[in-house]
């Protein structure tokens, strides 16, 4: 049976308690590069201060989910008629868990706490595994699945994850203008495990805000602003589509930028099918295990233009952005952006690959080189 197993499908489980204890290991040591990635982003001020905190938050919920489900699966495979079955992935298209697995995963976080008073305690359970190997001369499997179960919902209940929906935040920035008509800057700030596509997706809005009470303690629009954005969240709607939508419906907030970043998909060798050249960039590394693997970043941005005074009643005016797409090729249309840039974050041995290979489509991506010592490197 291959690391991914024997089904053919989209998705599909991985069957093995080695093979799914690297899988886990391999995006423990991509979320920790992302982070560093995003610090050299805001040195190269591809992004600002805020936004890296922002970034960071969410790749270090990611980085708990996947230890979640790690503890999870620790087991899987080892222990006949019990435990929660096999992680599903989808191999074709992301590389990431299955939507349904962060599912099943926010579902557990709502009973975690019963859980944690039924299991025995880690230290108890280490004690019977003592007992169990030195008194029997026995491994003890079932103990060390209890173990595994603690510890997922032990992670579960100290919450921070990456969930199926992260609602909206907002960071203020500033005032531009103060007094009977105020004007502020905010960033809002949301996310969401992307069902189509399955991977995590995070988006950052700066508006400002004319309205009467800022935003965030303003009872009556917060909470719709709120709903609008996380219903907005899907992946198929174009930037412009969302940041006009919203311009639309809240007359006294104002979309200036708008940004949506991908994570992913991830490409592995030894677990994903997915086609293209980075298929056969890593085919042909042979990288060593923790090395097989390459992580797709992009990014889309949509800004605003300027600014038009439309109509509102018989003597009110209000503001409507005008949003600058993309002017190469009329490419704006078609995606909805301003720009949109794509990177890949990948090892060194598959870098050299993919650097000698050079092949179509790769020449304008964005390569950052990350290293097991902490090291990343940039390069065009």
Request: net charge negative; hydrophobic share 40%.
């Amino acid at each position: 049976m291959t690391e991914t197993g024997a089904l053919t499908d989209d998705h599909i489980d991985l069957e093995d308690t080695r093979v799914t204890r690297r899988y886990f290991k391999k995006f423990d040591a991509i979320t920790d590069h992302l982070a560093r990635v995003a610090a050299v982003m805001e040195t190269e001020k591809a992004l600002d201060k805020q936004e890296v905190e922002v970034l960071a938050r969410y790749i270090i919920a990611l980085g708990y989910s996947f230890r979640a489900l790690a503890n999870k699966y620790h087991m899987s495979g080892r222990v006949d008629g019990i435990g929660p079955g096999k992680l599903t992935f989808d191999r074709e298209e992301s590389g990431f868990p299955i939507h349904a697995e962060f599912l099943q995963m926010a579902a557990d976080a709502a009973q975690a706490a019963k859980h944690l008073k039924t299991l025995p305690s880690v230290t108890k359970l280490k004690d019977q595994m003592i007992q169990e190997i030195v008194g029997r001369l026995t491994i003890p499997t079932k103990l060390q699945y209890a173990m595994s179960q603690r510890l997922y919902y032990e992670e579960l209940a100290r919450g921070d994850l990456f969930w199926p929906q992260m609602d909206p935040d907002a960071i203020w920035l500033g005032n531009l203008q103060e007094g009977r008509d105020p004007r502020r800057r905010y960033l809002l700030h949301w996310a969401v495990y992307d069902s189509g596509v399955n991977l995590p997706t995070i988006y950052m809005m700066e508006v400002e805000d004319t309205g009467r009470i800022a935003l965030p303690k303003d009872e009556s629009r917060w909470p719709e602003v709120q709903s609008h954005l996380a219903a907005q969240a899907m992946g198929g709607l174009k930037l412009v589509t969302i940041a006009s939508g919203f311009d639309r419906d809240f007359s006294d907030l104002h979309p200036k930028r708008l940004r949506r970043i991908h994570v992913g998909p991830m490409y592995s060798h030894a677990y994903t099918r997915q086609v293209g050249p980075l298929r056969d960039v890593l085919s042909e590394a042979r990288a060593p295990e923790g090395e097989d693997w390459a992580l797709a970043w992009t990014v889309e941005e949509l800004e605003s233009e300027r600014v038009e005074l439309e109509k509102s009643g018989w003597f009110g005016k209000v503001e409507r952005e005008v949003f600058a797409l993309d002017p190469f090729s009329g490419r704006g249309a078609e995606t909805g952006a301003t720009r949109m840039a794509r990177t890949v974050i990948l090892p060194q041995r598959p870098f050299q690959v993919l650097a000698e290979k050079n092949p179509p489509g790769f020449r304008d991506v964005r390569k950052f080189v990350v290293s097991h010592g902490g090291q990343v490197l940039s390069y065009w």
